[in-house]
């Protein structure tokens, strides 16, 4: 007895319609892609019902971490490397080319400026180890070893139109905050903005202007 | 789903001569499959929801003092920002009254110091009235102790715009009658 084969009948599907779409949106995306930076440490901040967006452009981030550790860093590569000449100069240390290029590849540092060369070299050598590296944070304290007061005003000599937003972690304590401020206002900075999460306002409650 | 276009070489049981037609149908799943990969892909590194940010703005450090009017305790509410999330609120007093020692609340942060502030901003225009510019007189003058965390001064200006409250100030010092006040809270 000859076997029925039961005829296969394959539902045929056109997918170049959906070929088209899935590349129109790949499209999309790509163009108005903008790359997560990869940061030194994680932070995570409160959230406030202000609406105003951190600017994309021309900022300064001064993170404090979980720890009290304080990390910073500047948007534009162009800035970076300008900001990093400036610190060679009034510092008087030095950097080999490729430091200053692994330099301006960081999204925001927390080492003082004495174990930047060093860092940055072992960056070099082996770039995967880079992230395992613990950084001790930025010093902010005394103020002749106040190395954050000197990073913002060779970052502002580098850029003068950069503008300043401190990202704090939610379990971060008020006196590295005030030490923060306190290298900010030195420098006759008195507008900053605090870069939050997102919340909702409480019912019934609307802005003024 | 699809599959791969059977056409092009069928006619076996034909007996006419056809000349054979070779299809021109691609099976697009594959490429769909990678453009949906890749359209994920840059969904998710992407920063999608930006942060927002508050701004804040310090009064300039002044080298000269300079003589202000002392402000009044009735129109002043104060907050000291203390550890585990609690604030101490002093309501229209002053830290060296006598009635301060009792009047010092404990408040959790959200609704109840929302509430708390509300009360106080309303009893203050009750008691004195707008200003000439037509602005409320009431005054929230925010403390930070050393115990509290970056995210309860945010808190707190928050609470500043939710309750509409102009007049604030972001002081770090603490007078002696303030030390002696709080105690081992200030710890």
Same mark, same amino acid.
């Not at chain 1, 394959?10 to 499209?27: I, Q, S």
């Not at chain 2, 691609?26 to 969904?43: A, E, K, N, R, Y």
């Given at each position: 007895m000859p076997a029925i084969k039961p005829k296969r009948n394959?539902?045929?599907?056109?997918?170049?319609?959906?070929?088209?779409?899935?590349?129109?949106?790949?499209?999309f995306f790509i163009l108005?892609?903008?790359?997560?930076?990869?940061?030194?440490?994680? =932070?995570?901040?409160?959230?406030?019902?202000?609406? =105003?967006?951190?600017?994309? $452009?021309? #900022?300064?981030? =001064?993170?404090?971490?979980?720890?009290?550790?304080?990390?910073?860093?500047?948007?534009?590569?162009?800035?970076?490397?300008?900001?990093l000449e400036n610190i060679t100069q009034t510092e008087g240390v030095q950097f080999t080319d490729k430091q200053k $290029?692994?330099?301006?590849?960081?999204?925001?540092?927390?080492?003082?400026?004495?174990?930047?060369?060093?860092?940055?070299?072992?960056?070099?050598?082996?770039?995967?180890?880079?992230?395992? #590296?613990?950084?001790?944070? =930025?010093?902010?304290?005394?103020?002749?070893?106040?190395?954050?007061?000197?990073?913002?005003?060779q970052a502002r000599r580098a850029n003068n139109l950069l503008r300043i937003a401190i990202k704090g972690d939610n379990v971060a304590k008020f006196p590295v905050f005030k030490d923060v401020m306190a290298s900010l206002q030195a420098q006759n900075i008195n507008k900053f903005n605090l870069i939050t999460g997102t919340e909702a306002p409480p019912a019934g409650w609307s802005s003024d202007k | 789903m699809s599959e791969i276009a059977q056409g092009g070489g069928g006619g076996h049981g034909d007996k006419k001569v056809r000349s054979k037609k070779a299809s021109?149908?691609?099976?697009?799943?594959?490429?769909?499959?990678?453009?949906?990969?890749? &359209?994920?892909?840059? &969904?998710? *590194?992407?920063?999608?929801?930006?942060?927002?940010?508050?701004?804040? *703005?310090?009064?300039?450090?002044q080298t000269e003092k300079q003589e202000t009017e002392p402000l009044k305790a009735s129109k002043v509410l104060t907050l000291f920002l203390g550890k585990d999330n609690t604030v101490w609120a002093l309501d229209r007093l002053a830290a060296d009254d006598d009635k301060a020692k009792t009047d010092l609340k404990k408040v959790a942060y959200g609704p109840d110091l929302r509430t708390l502030i509300f009360q106080s901003q309303a009893q203050v225009d009750r008691e004195h009235g707008k200003d000439e510019k037509g602005l409320s007189q009431f005054v929230c003058v925010i403390k930070p102790l050393n115990t509290s965390t970056y995210k309860n001064v945010v808190d707190v200006l928050d609470e500043m715009t939710v309750t509409k409250s102009k007049r604030y100030a972001l002081v770090d010092a603490l007078t002696t009658s303030e030390k002696e006040l709080l105690g081992d809270k200030a710890n």
């Open positions: 394959y539902p045929m599907m056109d997918m170049t319609a959906m070929c088209d779409v899935a590349f129109l949106l790949l499209t108005t892609a903008q790359f997560k930076a990869q940061d030194a440490a994680t =932070i995570e901040t409160p959230s406030s019902i202000s609406a =105003i967006k951190v600017p994309d $452009k021309d #900022i300064m981030i =001064i993170s404090i971490g979980k720890d009290g550790k304080v990390y910073f860093g500047v948007d534009n590569q162009q800035t970076r490397l300008a900001m $290029k692994m330099f301006s590849l960081q999204a925001n540092f927390g080492v003082p400026i004495r174990g930047l060369s060093q860092w940055l070299q072992a960056g070099i050598v082996n770039p995967d180890k880079m992230k395992e #590296i613990v950084q001790p944070g =930025i010093p902010t304290d005394s103020t002749a070893q106040n190395e954050l007061a000197k990073w913002i005003y | 021109t149908r691609v099976d697009m799943t594959p490429m769909v499959d990678l453009g949906f990969l890749l &359209i994920t892909f840059f &969904i998710l *590194a992407t920063t999608l929801s930006k942060p927002s940010s508050m701004s804040l *703005a310090v009064p300039d450090k």
